[in-house]
């Protein structure tokens, strides 16, 4: 039962275009959506994240966008930079329900390869 | 602050072999927990502590696989035997408290188990 669905394994954009991954998840329970990055040979590290009380999270080039009722939220990066090339993993959990909850579900990840 | 760590980066076993692994998290992290990435999948959660009591060990294979965490700083993964579908990164990541989910934990940079 895969509650975190990114559905595109691969994104390959131009530098300077914008780059949109996708995420979506079927569990209403969750309220606390992350985005992580990672390198080959590297731990993902933290990129991003928005509480379901919001619908948009901005933070420099990085733009996390969220629609509830659709059960689906975005990652934008405007403009793609070569050093952007890297796994991205959409994570979940239900935060506000506390204990065990607050852990993470993850997607499957999207590589995303920006081209010089 | 000094990062997640963990050893060994890599291992080779064969299968019904046993193997461990460590983790030592941020200082004052409370909250640790062990992550299993095989290929091609998101992180998955095998197990969480909260200073050195198991908060969530749902899905951790526990014919198989023990964890520990002794006096709530360092953590020691074990898998005794080793399964080929065991062969995976292992990643063990720490926060400050549940509320370390707002800002994302923080991964170390993970064991690869290849098992033969």
Same mark, same amino acid.
């Given at each position: 039962d895969q509650q975190v669905k990114q559905n595109s394994p691969s994104l390959s954009?131009?530098?300077?275009? *914008? @780059?949109?991954l996708n995420c979506d998840y079927t569990n209403s329970? !969750?309220?606390? #959506? $992350?985005?992580?990055?990672?390198?080959p040979a590297e731990g993902p590290t933290f990129l991003?994240? *928005? @509480?379901?009380?919001?619908?948009?999270?901005?933070?420099?080039? !990085?733009?996390? #966008? $969220?629609?509830k009722s659709a059960k689906h939220l975005s990652l934008h990066i405007v403009p793609s930079q070569p050093g952007d090339s890297a796994v991205y993993f959409c994570a979940a959990s239900a935060?506000?329900?506390?204990?065990?909850n607050y852990k993470l579900t993850f997607?499957?990840?999207?590589?995303?390869t920006v081209n010089p | 602050e000094a990062g997640v760590a963990q050893s060994p980066r890599y291992k080779i076993i064969e299968k019904r072999q046993s193997v461990a692994f460590w983790c030592n998290p941020i200082s004052g992290h409370?909250?640790?927990?062990?992550?299993?990435?095989?290929?091609?999948?998101?992180?998955?959660l095998l197990i969480q502590?909260?200073?050195?009591?198991?908060?969530?060990d749902s899905q951790l294979p526990k014919d198989r696989f023990s964890a520990e965490r002794l006096?709530?700083?360092?953590?020691?993964?074990?898998?005794?035997?080793?399964?080929?579908?065991?062969?995976?990164?292992?990643?063990?990541?720490?926060?400050?408290?549940?509320?370390?989910?707002?800002?994302?934990?923080?991964?170390g940079s993970g064991t690869r188990l290849t098992v033969v």
């Open positions: 954009v131009q530098e300077g275009r *914008i @780059s949109i329970m !969750f309220d606390y #959506f $992350l985005w992580y990055k990672k390198y991003i994240s *928005i @509480s379901s009380i919001k619908d948009k999270n901005e933070d420099g080039r !990085f733009t996390v #966008f $969220l629609n935060f506000s329900r506390g204990g065990s997607g499957k990840g999207t590589l995303l | 409370a909250t640790l927990y062990w992550y299993q990435q095989i290929l091609g999948q998101g992180p998955k502590f909260q200073n050195n009591g198991v908060v969530d006096k709530g700083v360092d953590s020691t993964l074990k898998i005794q035997p080793a399964k080929l579908e065991d062969s995976a990164v292992y990643l063990c990541a720490s926060s400050s408290s549940f509320t370390g989910t707002l800002y994302g934990y923080t991964f």
